[in-house]
T-cell receptor, first 112, second 112 residues
Framework: DAKTTQPNSMESNEEEPVHLPCNHS???????IHWYRQLPSQGPEYVIH???SNVNNRMASLAIAEDRKSSTLILHRATLRDAAVYYC?????????????FGQGTTLQVKP | DTGVSQDPRHKITKRGQNVTFRCDPI?????LYWYRQTLGQGPEFLTY????????KSRLLSDRFSAERPKGSFSTLEIQRTEQGDSAMYLC??????????FGPGTRLTVL
């Protein structure tokens, strides 16, 4: 399973943008990049995913490097409710299972 | 609330006892997953169902673990002869599309 590397923790101020980086240098051509987050005492929550092009949705934006070896999750205005562990996950596009292989994730702290 | 429910939310048992957890997915979702999460770690994939068929099992799923999804609706995860190392959060997720999983709140198991 392809591996991702994320910083253990990051801090942000409330109402400022947050850029969460992820390195995935061994990504293959059919791997999708998924981001999930897990708030305290809850199950993980889908945030966004992409293959090659940048993606936007109501929660966040995903910027994918041209060589696909890295990506960045962008929260446009952090709120206190965005404090969570953020997981960057590579999912094999060739597999029908859809299982997710989670790493350690990045713990995001948001300061008021 | 994602629409995925799990029961019970907490379970305390003594070593050697059997326990069973239930997951009710979102009704139209044909994919169902079980994950296990220990403190400070990301969730680990255990098994995957498509409708009633169990299509993939992780090596983590020893022969003391069994999962079923009769009629492709709810699912159960049973652990026989529990050990202290089984203490963890057991998460269920369902989806229509690979990689876009909706997680339940989890069942926290404590084995004394």
């Amino acid at each position: 399973d392809a591996k991702t590397t994320q910083p253990n923790s990051m801090e942000s101020n409330e109402e400022e943008p947050v850029h969460l980086p992820c390195n995935h240098s061994t990504i293959s051509g059919t791997d999708y990049i998924h981001w999930y987050r897990q708030l305290p005492s809850q199950g993980p929550e889908y945030v966004i995913h992409g293959l090659t092009s940048n993606v936007n949705n109501r929660m966040a934006s995903l910027a994918i490097a041209e060589d696909r070896k890295s990506s960045t999750l962008i929260l446009h205005r952090a709120t206190l409710r965005d404090a969570a562990v953020y997981y960057c996950i590579l999912r094999e596009g060739s597999s029908n299972t859809g299982k997710l292989i989670f790493g350690q994730g990045t713990t995001l702290q948001v300061k008021p | 609330d994602t629409g995925v429910s799990q029961d019970p939310r907490h379970k305390i048992t003594k070593r050697g006892q059997n326990v069973t957890f239930r997951c009710d997915p979102i009704s139209e979702h044909n994919r169902l997953y079980w994950y296990r999460q220990t403190l400070g770690q990301g969730p680990e994939f255990l098994t995957y169902f498509q409708n009633e068929a169990q299509l993939e099992k992780s090596r983590l799923l020893s022969d003391r673990f069994s999962a079923e999804r009769p009629k492709g609706s709810f699912s159960t995860l049973e652990i026989q002869r529990t050990e202290q190392g089984d203490s963890a959060m057991y998460l269920c997720a369902s989806s229509l599309y690979p990689g876009q999983e909706f997680f339940g709140p989890g069942t926290r198991l404590t084995v004394l």
